[in-house]
Protein backbone atom coordinates (compact mmCIF):
# COMPACT_ATOMS: atom_id res chain seq x y z
CA UNK A 1 0.00 0.00 0.00
CA UNK A 2 1.72 3.54 -0.92
CA UNK A 3 1.86 6.58 1.34
CA UNK A 4 -1.05 8.18 -0.61
CA UNK A 5 -3.67 5.40 0.15
CA UNK A 6 -2.93 5.58 4.00
CA UNK A 7 -3.43 9.28 3.86
CA UNK A 8 -6.72 9.56 2.14
CA UNK A 9 -8.08 6.62 4.93
CA UNK A 10 -6.51 6.69 7.83
CA UNK A 11 -7.16 4.00 10.79
CA UNK A 12 -8.91 6.57 13.26
CA UNK A 13 -10.78 5.65 16.34
CA UNK A 14 -14.09 5.45 15.22
CA UNK A 15 -13.28 2.75 12.99
CA UNK A 16 -11.42 0.78 15.96
CA UNK A 17 -14.64 1.31 17.95
CA UNK A 18 -16.81 0.78 15.41
CA UNK A 19 -15.04 -2.72 14.69
CA UNK A 20 -15.04 -2.99 18.94
CA UNK A 21 -18.53 -2.99 18.96
CA UNK A 22 -19.59 -5.35 16.12
CA UNK A 23 -17.31 -8.17 17.31
CA UNK A 24 -18.83 -8.06 20.93
CA UNK A 25 -22.66 -7.81 19.21
CA UNK A 26 -21.45 -10.62 16.68
CA UNK A 27 -20.40 -12.92 19.85
CA UNK A 28 -23.52 -12.03 22.05
CA UNK A 29 -25.74 -12.72 18.62
CA UNK A 30 -23.97 -16.09 18.30
CA UNK A 31 -24.19 -16.99 21.82
CA UNK A 32 -28.09 -16.26 22.31
CA UNK A 33 -28.17 -18.52 19.17
CA UNK A 34 -26.56 -21.23 20.58
CA UNK A 35 -28.76 -20.64 24.20
CA UNK A 36 -31.72 -21.03 22.04
CA UNK A 37 -31.09 -24.10 20.78
CA UNK A 38 -30.08 -25.85 23.56
CA UNK A 39 -32.74 -25.20 25.45
CA UNK A 40 -35.57 -25.78 22.86
CA UNK A 41 -33.93 -29.57 22.04
CA UNK A 42 -33.68 -30.64 25.45
CA UNK A 43 -36.40 -30.63 27.70
CA UNK A 44 -34.07 -32.05 30.69
CA UNK A 45 -36.69 -34.29 31.84
CA UNK A 46 -34.45 -37.58 33.08
CA UNK A 47 -38.12 -39.25 34.78
CA UNK A 48 -40.90 -38.58 35.10
CA UNK A 49 -41.35 -39.65 38.74
CA UNK A 50 -37.94 -39.29 40.42
CA UNK A 51 -38.69 -39.02 44.14
CA UNK A 52 -40.38 -42.28 43.69
CA UNK A 53 -37.43 -44.07 41.93
CA UNK A 54 -35.42 -42.56 44.84
CA UNK A 55 -37.56 -44.07 47.48
CA UNK A 56 -37.53 -47.47 45.89
CA UNK A 57 -33.44 -47.31 45.25
CA UNK A 58 -33.07 -50.19 48.29
CA UNK A 59 -35.22 -52.97 46.08
CA UNK A 60 -32.98 -51.50 43.29
CA UNK A 61 -29.61 -52.14 45.25
CA UNK A 62 -31.17 -55.88 46.10
CA UNK A 63 -32.30 -56.82 42.70
CA UNK A 64 -28.86 -55.64 40.83
CA UNK A 65 -26.92 -58.28 43.80
CA UNK A 66 -29.47 -60.58 42.94
CA UNK A 67 -28.49 -60.43 39.02
CA UNK A 68 -25.21 -60.18 39.80
CA UNK A 69 -25.16 -63.04 42.04
CA UNK A 70 -26.43 -64.69 38.54
CA UNK A 71 -23.18 -64.74 36.66
CA UNK A 72 -24.92 -64.33 33.73
CA UNK A 73 -22.87 -63.44 30.63
CA UNK A 74 -24.54 -61.28 27.74
CA UNK A 75 -23.84 -59.66 24.35
CA UNK A 76 -25.73 -57.48 22.16
CA UNK A 77 -25.41 -56.86 18.43
CA UNK A 78 -27.00 -54.60 15.99
CA UNK A 79 -26.88 -56.19 12.46
CA UNK A 80 -27.06 -53.07 9.67
CA UNK A 81 -30.03 -54.40 7.99
CA UNK A 82 -32.16 -53.31 11.67
CA UNK A 83 -31.61 -57.05 13.20
CA UNK A 84 -31.01 -56.74 17.17
CA UNK A 85 -28.71 -59.82 18.44
CA UNK A 86 -28.77 -60.79 21.81
CA UNK A 87 -26.75 -64.14 23.28
CA UNK A 88 -27.25 -64.82 27.19
CA UNK A 89 -25.20 -67.95 28.38
CA UNK A 90 -24.88 -68.53 32.37
CA UNK A 91 -21.89 -68.34 34.57
CA UNK A 92 -20.27 -71.33 32.90
CA UNK A 93 -21.15 -70.20 29.40
CA UNK A 94 -23.96 -72.90 28.77
CA UNK A 95 -26.71 -71.18 26.81
CA UNK A 96 -29.98 -70.14 28.77
CA UNK A 97 -33.03 -70.67 26.96
CA UNK A 98 -37.03 -70.37 27.50
CA UNK A 99 -37.15 -67.07 28.16
CA UNK A 100 -38.88 -63.89 27.94
CA UNK A 101 -36.64 -61.13 26.46
CA UNK A 102 -37.61 -57.59 25.54
CA UNK A 103 -35.72 -54.74 24.62
CA UNK A 104 -35.76 -50.87 24.47
CA UNK A 105 -33.65 -48.89 21.72
CA UNK A 106 -33.17 -45.58 23.13
CA UNK A 107 -32.13 -42.24 21.67
CA UNK A 108 -30.17 -40.51 24.70
CA UNK A 109 -29.66 -37.43 22.39
CA UNK A 110 -33.26 -36.85 21.08
CA UNK A 111 -36.88 -37.99 22.63
CA UNK A 112 -39.75 -39.65 20.80
CA UNK A 113 -37.36 -42.23 18.76
CA UNK A 114 -37.17 -44.97 21.70
CA UNK A 115 -38.34 -48.42 19.72
CA UNK A 116 -39.26 -51.63 21.72
CA UNK A 117 -39.27 -55.09 20.86
CA UNK A 118 -39.53 -59.09 22.17
CA UNK A 119 -36.94 -60.96 20.56
CA UNK A 120 -37.23 -64.42 19.45
CA UNK A 121 -34.96 -67.69 20.15
CA UNK A 122 -33.68 -68.48 16.89
CA UNK A 123 -31.11 -70.77 18.76
CA UNK A 124 -30.78 -72.17 22.41
CA UNK A 125 -29.47 -68.75 24.01
CA UNK A 126 -29.48 -66.32 21.23
CA UNK A 127 -32.39 -64.42 20.66
CA UNK A 128 -33.20 -61.97 17.74
CA UNK A 129 -35.49 -58.87 16.88
CA UNK A 130 -36.18 -56.86 13.72
CA UNK A 131 -35.87 -52.94 15.06
CA UNK A 132 -35.20 -50.29 12.45
CA UNK A 133 -33.45 -47.20 14.01
CA UNK A 134 -35.42 -43.97 11.97
CA UNK A 135 -31.71 -42.24 12.10
CA UNK A 136 -28.20 -42.55 12.10
CA UNK A 137 -25.73 -42.23 15.21
CA UNK A 138 -25.78 -43.67 18.78
CA UNK A 139 -28.57 -45.25 20.53
CA UNK A 140 -28.67 -47.42 24.31
CA UNK A 141 -30.60 -51.25 23.88
CA UNK A 142 -31.72 -52.34 26.50
CA UNK A 143 -32.67 -55.76 27.08
CA UNK A 144 -35.17 -57.23 30.21
CA UNK A 145 -34.65 -61.15 30.61
CA UNK A 146 -37.76 -62.41 32.37
CA UNK A 147 -38.36 -66.03 33.90
CA UNK A 148 -41.64 -67.27 35.29
CA UNK A 149 -43.24 -63.24 35.08
CA UNK A 150 -40.58 -61.76 37.27
CA UNK A 151 -37.55 -59.73 35.48
CA UNK A 152 -34.67 -61.53 36.09
CA UNK A 153 -31.56 -59.97 34.65
CA UNK A 154 -30.76 -56.71 32.37
CA UNK A 155 -28.58 -55.78 30.22
CA UNK A 156 -27.29 -52.34 28.06
CA UNK A 157 -25.11 -51.61 25.08
CA UNK A 158 -24.15 -48.53 23.30
CA UNK A 159 -24.65 -48.72 19.83
CA UNK A 160 -23.81 -46.67 16.44
CA UNK A 161 -26.45 -46.65 13.45
CA UNK A 162 -24.11 -45.76 10.68
CA UNK A 163 -26.06 -43.48 7.86
CA UNK A 164 -27.74 -45.43 4.87
CA UNK A 165 -25.90 -44.78 2.21
CA UNK A 166 -27.34 -44.96 -1.73
CA UNK A 167 -25.79 -45.90 -4.22
CA UNK A 168 -25.57 -43.26 -7.16
CA UNK A 169 -28.85 -43.05 -9.27
CA UNK A 170 -30.76 -44.70 -7.11
CA UNK A 171 -33.75 -43.76 -4.80
Not at 12 to 21: D, M, N, T, Y
Not at 91 to 117: C, H, I, Y
Not at 142 to 162: D, K, Y
Request: aromatic share 8%.
Amino acid sequence: MNRAAQIRHPFSGRKFLAILVGSFILVTAVNGVMIWYALSTFSGLVSDSAYAEGLGFDRVLAASRAEAALGWKANIAYAPEGRIVFHLADDKGRPLSNLAVSMVMLRPTQEGFDRQASLGETAPGLYEATVRAPLPGVWDVRVAVASQGQTRFHAEQRILVEPVVQPLGQP
